[in-house]
């Protein structure tokens, strides 16, 4: 995943890897579905963010429960 840090704290995250981590969430990849989480956490959109810790929880992905 391509993450670029500017100087304010904002981060930008390449759309393609946001695009490709979509895709393997789909096909039911746990680890593309915490990825989507973190992603989201950085936008600032934690709702969001908390349900894709959720499902990837759900499937016994510990590393999303312990971000749950």
Excluded: C, T
């Excluded at 990825?35 to 990837?56: C, P, R, S």
């Amino acid at each position: 995943m391509r993450v670029r840090h500017y100087n304010l704290g904002k981060v930008e995250i390449d759309n393609r890897a946001v695009h490709h981590y979509q895709i393997a969430a789909m096909m039911g990849r746990v680890n593309a579905r915490n990825n989507l989480g973190y992603v989201d956490v950085g936008n600032g959109n934690y709702h969001h963010a908390m349900k894709h810790f959720m499902i990837a929880a759900k499937w016994g992905f510990r590393v999303s429960l312990n971000n749950v």
